[in-house]
Structure formats: structure tokens, C-alpha cells
């Protein structure tokens, strides 16, 4: 997300801050992703001081921004633990696994072609006992410039985010990697605009329009963008419990003997 929506970011981390506070949970090690600078690492810092944070940095950073923070965090590890900035290529993480016990993904799954094998991931590197808290942006996010017809378009609408997933489909997802306990909330937020320009540059920042879509619709004198946007923000967490009753493989699981009890009586 690009400097234009970083508010945005920074608000829903908020919001998911104050979810997290009716939550019993002390993290000794936490893996965000991504992590935004100045948005993610700071807040979390102060919520779990005793938490050694993992960063997989924000793609589309530029090297300053990056190298601004490494060097932030680094002056953080007497007060919050080792950091450490693990890579991310074709859908895994560069993390053992049960190596963390929270991961923190603030509006990102959206974006993703395969939201699943998030779930899937963060299950991996989760201990006993961990937690998955996330939030995205749902299929309604966007809709009104869905709606719009204009020669640029030559006819067809736009399509939704890749990863937009109805909160439903996600859940599901999340029961089927053995999460426990889902819980998925959603809220709509509206902006207002009075400006194309800004509109476009925002529609262009949250992946719902290519640079070359928003640059043909701009040059479009039939076009008429809508002032308002909608946003459908998800936000749902889970818990891993009992991750070492089983292991599956395909559709069977496999429990091993010293895990079966004999039953009295």
C-alpha cells in the first residue's frame, strides 16, 4: 500500500489493537506480515514488551524506508527482545515452524491470488497455543467503481481484489487448517472524495485499479467517477489448540499410540 493509504493502514491496526486487548494473550515471539514503518512494530512493541518481533517487511518499500526500519528496531533490542527480518518467497515463510506464538497480518490478504496458504503458513510457524490476528478488505470493498461504465473500460467492469474473500470463505479456510475457535467480524467504512485525481490515486493504492487502468480512466472524458468509496474491512482471529494430537497427510490423519487412552470403567 503506498504512502497515500498509509493512514488507513495505521487506523485498522489500531482497531485491531483494541480487539487484541480482550484477549489473554502474552506472546514471547510475534511475526508481523507484512509490517509497514511506523505503523506495525511500534504499537506492538508497547503492547507486548516481553515479545521478540519478526518482520517480513512491506513489498513496494523503497531501500531507504526499509533501512529506516532496521535500524529503528534495531536500537529497540534491549527494550523488546531480538528482531529479526525473515524472507518470504512463493508462498512460505523462512521460519521454522512452532517459532511463533502470534502472527499479526493488518490488510494485506486482500492482495494475495491464494489467500490460503496464509492460513496455511501461519499455522506452520505457530506454537501450541498461538494466535492468528488479521484483517483485510472484503468483496464489497471498491464497488461503486465496479459499477462505473466508461470507454476506457471498453465495456466490462472491473474485477474484485484477488484475495477479497467473503468472511465466510475465510473461516472455512481457517477451520480447515485446524485452527480452533475462529471469530470474524466486519464493518464498512466510506470515503468521500472531491477529487478524481485523488479518488483514482486511492483506487491505485488499494489494488483495485492497475497504474494503466487509472491513467486511461484519468484521460477518459466519458468517465464519471463516483465521490465515494467503500470499504469492507474483515478483521477475525484464531487459535492453534491441540496441534500435537495429530498429523495429517492428504485426507488421513495419523495419531500416534502414546496419544490414544484407554478408557476406564
Given at each position: 500500500?503506498?504512502?497515500?493509504?498509509?493512514?488507513?493502514?495505521?487506523?485498522?491496526?489500531?482497531?485491531?489493537?483494541?480487539?487484541?486487548e480482550?484477549?489473554?494473550?502474552?506472546?514471547?515471539?510475534?511475526?508481523?506480515i507484512?509490517?509497514?514503518?511506523?505503523?506495525?512494530?511500534?504499537?506492538?512493541?508497547?503492547?507486548?514488551?516481553?515479545?521478540?518481533?519478526?518482520s517480513?517487511?512491506?513489498?513496494?518499500?523503497?531501500?531507504?524506508?526499509?533501512?529506516?526500519?532496521?535500524?529503528?528496531r534495531?536500537?529497540?533490542?534491549?527494550?523488546?527482545?531480538?528482531?529479526?527480518?525473515?524472507?518470504?518467497?512463493?508462498?512460505?515463510?523462512?521460519?521454522?515452524?512452532?517459532?511463533?506464538?502470534?502472527?499479526?497480518?493488518?490488510l494485506?490478504?486482500?492482495?494475495?491470488?491464494?489467500?490460503?496458504?496464509?492460513v496455511?503458513?501461519?499455522?506452520?510457524?505457530?506454537?501450541e497455543?498461538g494466535?492468528?490476528?488479521?484483517?483485510?478488505?472484503?468483496?464489497?470493498?471498491?464497488?461503486e467503481?465496479?459499477?462505473?461504465?466508461?470507454?476506457?473500460?471498453?465495456?466490462?467492469s472491473?474485477?474484485?481484489?484477488?484475495?477479497?474473500w467473503?468472511?465466510?470463505d475465510?473461516?472455512?479456510?481457517?477451520?480447515?487448517?485446524?485452527?480452533?475457535?475462529?471469530?470474524?467480524?466486519?464493518?464498512?467504512?466510506?470515503?468521500?472524495?472531491?477529487?478524481d485525481?485523488?479518488?483514482?490515486?486511492?483506487?491505485?493504492?488499494?489494488g483495485?485499479?492497475?497504474?494503466?487502468q487509472?491513467?486511461?480512466?484519468?484521460?477518459?472524458?466519458?468517465?464519471?467517477?463516483?465521490?465515494?468509496?467503500?470499504?469492507?474491512?474483515?478483521?477475525?482471529?484464531?487459535?492453534?489448540?491441540?496441534?500435537?494430537?495429530?498429523?495429517?497427510?492428504?485426507?488421513?490423519?495419523?495419531?500416534s499410540?502414546?496419544?490414544?487412552k484407554?478408557?476406564?470403567?
Open positions: 500500500m503506498t504512502r497515500s493509504l498509509r493512514w488507513l493502514k495505521d487506523d485498522i491496526a489500531l482497531r485491531m489493537m483494541q480487539k487484541l480482550l484477549l489473554k494473550h502474552q506472546p514471547r515471539s510475534l511475526l508481523i507484512p509490517d509497514a514503518p511506523g505503523v506495525h512494530a511500534n504499537r506492538l512493541a508497547k503492547r507486548f514488551p516481553k515479545a521478540a518481533l519478526s517480513i517487511p512491506e513489498l513496494g518499500l523503497s531501500w531507504a524506508d526499509i533501512t529506516k526500519m532496521k535500524l529503528a534495531t536500537c529497540g533490542f534491549i527494550t523488546n527482545g531480538l528482531s529479526r527480518f525473515p524472507t518470504m518467497r512463493e508462498g512460505k515463510l523462512a521460519l521454522a515452524g512452532q517459532s511463533q506464538d502470534m502472527v499479526f497480518s493488518n494485506w490478504i486482500h492482495s494475495l491470488d491464494q489467500p490460503k496458504w496464509v496455511q503458513e501461519a499455522w506452520r510457524v505457530l506454537r497455543g494466535l492468528f490476528s488479521f484483517s483485510y478488505l472484503g468483496p464489497d470493498t471498491g464497488k467503481l465496479r459499477a462505473m461504465r466508461c470507454d476506457a473500460m471498453d465495456g466490462s472491473l474485477a474484485a481484489l484477488p484475495g477479497a467473503d468472511m465466510h475465510l473461516g472455512d479456510a481457517l477451520v480447515e487448517s485446524r485452527f480452533s475457535d475462529p471469530v470474524m467480524d466486519m464493518e464498512y467504512l466510506y470515503l468521500e472524495y472531491e477529487s485525481a485523488l479518488y483514482l490515486q486511492d483506487a491505485h493504492a488499494l483495485l485499479l492497475s497504474a494503466q487509472a491513467q486511461a480512466i484519468a484521460a477518459d472524458k466519458t468517465a464519471k467517477l463516483p465521490q465515494k468509496m467503500t470499504l469492507e474491512v474483515v478483521y477475525g482471529h484464531a487459535w492453534v489448540v491441540g496441534k500435537h494430537l495429530s498429523e495429517a497427510k492428504d485426507t488421513l490423519a495419523f495419531i499410540p502414546d496419544q490414544i484407554r478408557k476406564n470403567g
